[in-house]
């Protein structure tokens, strides 16, 4: 069981480049979500979705993008990449009960340098 | 939005010696997690603990809803335990976001 899978887990970009950060997932868990974790800090939540076609922005949503077009893959775009986007990023999922997630599972994370 | 404290922020013990993490947070919560993550950088799930006790060999957590505090003990540490304490919650009101705390950064001497 593969859990939640990141691609890739390391790259280096060019300020202005754009990229797109790939996470999948086989447990059939409704929400997935991205973080960024910025050294010697904890994790802050960028976006998030709760099934195919709903997505939501996090604390930090500013300089990225997503869509959720299967419940399986949640990519995390920027478009326009910076310097301060360089950052450990992290795909999570977890089920959906009622109005709250459970337990959150997360991928191995991306390291993302922007020169 | 949910504030979420952690304390100490760094922690130093010899190996075999017992301690207890603490999360703070500001709201009522309706989840709450304790994460590990490895000097690797994997994040380890520890406990999915809303309210109440578990254990886990020689982890424990309690979280106290009502106080809306959690804490995390960890009895006879071993060198494998050092690295960062996270505890995340999701707030009652604020849709489904969880939040993380900045983290509890422990090492376990030899």
């Known amino acids: 069981n593969a859990g939640v899978t990141q691609t890739p887990k390391f790259q280096v970009l060019k300020t202005g480049q754009s990229m797109t950060l790939q996470c999948a997932q086989d447990?059939?868990?409704?929400?997935m979500s991205w973080y960024r974790q910025d050294p010697g800090m904890g994790l802050r939540l960028i976006h998030y979705?709760?099934?195919?076609?709903?997505?939501d922005q996090g604390e930090v949503p500013n300089g990225y993008n997503v869509s959720r077009s299967t419940t399986e893959d949640f990519p995390l775009r920027l478009l326009s990449a910076a310097p301060s986007q360089t950052s450990v990023y992290f795909c999570?999922?977890?089920?959906?009960?009622?109005?709250?997630?459970?337990?959150?599972?997360f991928g191995e994370g991306s390291r993302l340098t922007v020169l | 939005g949910i504030q979420v404290e952690q304390s100490p922020p760094d922690l130093i013990l010899q190996e075999g010696a017992n301690s207890t993490l603490r999360c703070n947070f500001s709201?009522?919560?309706?989840?709450l997690q304790w994460f590990h993550q490895n000097p690797w950088g994997q994040l380890i799930n520890l406990f999915y603990?809303?309210?109440g006790t578990k254990q886990n060999g020689r982890l424990s957590a309690t979280t106290v809803a009502t106080e809306r505090y959690s804490l995390l003990y960890i009895s006879s540490s071993q060198t494998t335990d050092s690295g960062v304490y996270f505890c995340?919650?999701?707030?009652?009101?604020?849709?489904?976001?969880?939040?993380f705390g900045a983290g509890t950064r422990l090492f376990v001497k030899a």
């Open positions: 999570a999922s977890s089920i959906l009960a009622g109005t709250n997630t459970g337990e959150l599972f």
């Open positions: 447990m059939n868990h409704e929400y």
């Open positions: 979705s709760v099934g195919a076609g709903i997505t």
């Open positions: 709201d009522s919560v309706n989840n």
């Open positions: 603990i809303p309210s």
């Open positions: 995340a919650v999701g707030a009652n009101t604020g849709g489904f976001k969880t939040i």
